[in-house]
């Protein structure tokens, strides 16, 4: 017994330690008892990323927790409350933009987001004294903020154009600001949005053209720049073509002109040419240079996407046959690779670079083609011989039976 | 000898040669179509074989440190890479934004689509550009000489 009880002593000890090692904290105990706003934060808090660094309400709002009565919210204790909309920025930044401050909990996050705000159309107008514009809070949360890299956060990537919207898409909030609201809509429906709703993370959204805290719209000059992050040989190609001259002197977005901006599409071959649905004659006209280069390219893309097809669909015919035409479909993959080279050369504006790919793949989609015919040819030899050999099988099996009932027919077999 | 004595009817000797000639032209062709598929089997026709699990991509000793080549991989393109520290790596060399065939580019070590210039590193991870995900990675072996491809159970 002597024993036991030092034993149950050291056991409760090391089961109350961690209790006794959390910090009081007053706020959380009497706000969670609140109805309202004022207890929200309280029921909140334990979700927060600040929490879970082992953060408390003092560290940003000051005040005493260690304090119990209501002194710990007095100002000789240092309590700021809370920030107005046009104050949460430094609120905010007070720690976000101490580098040495933050190194303690995430050496590799960044310190410039505060400089970066005040750079943005949402800063400038706080600035201005517009408490409508976004300031941290309004797209990260409050008192449940969760790290960027948490899929339930606002600002994770696949979030991020909700969250956008959330203002953005709203006619009555944004009345008075002069931008239309449809964008969020737009972008819905583009081949960025698609990608990232089939979980490519890296895919553009709202924050990657505008930027997220220095968020502000591409001028003109720099879409293509905006662009070429991501599309660079379409860029590289853009400005070396005659265009990027043309376009400059217009005033027109490079990319923008022909892609849009948020309503992204995947783009057509329709596009290119002197259709109804393309793209050229919106400034090029009958009897111009521009006009003659994208009939041009037009035809040549029509090419080789009529061979290929034409070759794609005699080698699925053969495979479903049961031929083996691996080679030609390996072939075909390059011509493949040239129509969409072709496609991307488009924007050199060029009919002779755009010529090299389609001619290239012209060709190896008619070798392909070909080869598919060959086989089918093989196939339909076999399908005759396959034909024939039952013919005869039959047959032997008809004049079988006939030898057998013939034979069984014969006076000596009768008897 | 008299047609009678042999219990059959006079008329009826056209009738058996024509069966006997059925049947002996059914048998033969039949036997024919027995053959043709043993003899195509054993002088097979001018066409690669296809496998789709496994392939030899290379020998070894084809290719040096810092280098890839493409291979076929029953209908679709493999590449084999040859990491700068004698490493084999391969992938489907089909891209995964809009299907063109990749390359390995020596001086940048990494994968590398000419279409939209899309970059995967050496593990086929798309690191740049616009492909939206990683290379499907294929299993390699060295047996002997041959460095075989496997498509992963």
């Known amino acids: 017994m002597r024993k036991t009880i030092p034993s149950l002593v050291v056991l409760l000890v090391a089961i109350a330690s961690p209790l006794a090692a959390a910090p009081k904290n007053s706020c959380l105990t009497c706000h969670a008892e609140l109805e309202g706003p004022q207890g929200e934060p309280a029921k909140k808090f334990p979700s927060d990323v600040h929490n879970q660094a082992g953060l408390g309400c003092a560290d940003c709002h000051g005040g005493d927790p260690q304090d119990d009565s209501m002194t710990a919210m007095s100002p000789a204790k ?9 104050a949460i920025p ?58 960027v890299t948490d899929t339930r956060a606002p600002v994770y990537p ?21 931008l239309p609201t449809n964008q969020p809509a737009q972008y819905a429906k583009s081949v960025h949005a698609h990608a990232l709703a089939q979980g490519d993370t890296s895919a553009p959204t709202c924050s990657t053209c505008h930027g997220n805290h220095g968020a502000a719209p591409p001028g003109v000059s720099s879409v293509e720049n905006v662009c070429g992050t991501c599309h660079v040989i379409n860029q590289q190609l853009f400005e070396k073509s005659p265009h990027q001259a043309a376009f400059a002197k217009m005033g027109l977005p490079a990319c923008v002109q022909c892609h849009s901006n948020h309503e992204i599409v995947p783009p057509t071959d329709a596009w290119v040419g002197v259709g109804s649905n393309a793209t050229c004659i919106q400034c090029h006209a009958a009897g111009d240079k521009g006009y003659a280069a994208a009939q041009r390219i037009a035809g040549d893309l029509a090419k080789l996407e009529t061979f290929y097809q034409r070759a794609e669909d005699v080698l699925n015919t053969a495979e479903r046959s049961g031929m083996e035409v691996s080679t030609p479909r390996v072939e075909l993959v390059s011509a493949h690779g040239d129509l969409i080279k072709a496609r991307v050369e488009v924007h050199s504006f060029n009919p002779g670079e755009v010529q090299k790919f389609t001619d290239e793949g012209t060709d190896i989609s008619q070798k392909a083609y070909q080869a598919g015919v060959v086989a089918l040819r093989e196939r339909d030899t076999r399908r005759k011989g396959l034909g024939v050999s039952l013919i005869f099988i039959v047959l032997a099996i008809g004049g079988l039976y006939l030898k057998i009932r013939q034979m069984e027919s014969t006076p000596a077999n009768r008897h | 000898m008299d047609p009678a004595d042999r219990g059959q009817p006079e008329g009826a000797q056209p009738s058996r040669r024509w069966i006997s000639l059925l049947l002996g032209s059914g048998v033969l062709a039949s036997i024919a179509s027995f053959l043709y598929p043993a003899i195509r089997y054993i002088i097979p026709p001018p066409l690669a074989e296809s496998s789709s699990r496994s392939v030899v991509a290379a020998k070894v000793g084809d290719l040096k440190n810092n280098s890839g080549v493409v291979f076929k991989f029953g209908s679709e393109p493999g590449i084999l890479v040859r990491l700068a520290d004698g490493q084999y790596r391969a992938f489907t060399a089909v891209c995964t934004h809009l299907s063109c065939t990749v390359q390995y580019r020596a001086d940048l070590r990494e994968i590398w689509c000419p279409c939209h210039n899309g970059l995967y590193d050496l593990a086929g991870r798309n690191v740049s550009g616009p492909p939206p995900r990683p290379l499907q990675a294929y299993e390699v072996h060295i047996q002997g000489e041959d460095i075989v491809v496997s498509r992963s159970a």
């Open chain 1, 158 to 178: 696949t979030n991020v154009a909700t969250t956008c919207a959330r203002c953005h898409a709203d006619a009555a909030y944004m009345k008075g600001y002069n």
């Open chain 1, 90 to 147: 430094e609120f905010c930044g007070k720690c976000h933009s101490d580098s040495n401050y933050m190194r303690r909990f995430n050496p590799g996050l960044r310190t410039d987001q505060l400089s970066q705000y005040w750079t943005s159309v949402h800063g400038k107008r706080l600035r201005q004294g517009d408490a409508k514009v976004a300031a941290c809070v309004d797209c990260h949360s409050v008192h449940d903020i969760l790290a």
């Open chain 1, 78 to 86: 240092g309590f700021r409350g809370a920030p107005k909309k046009t």
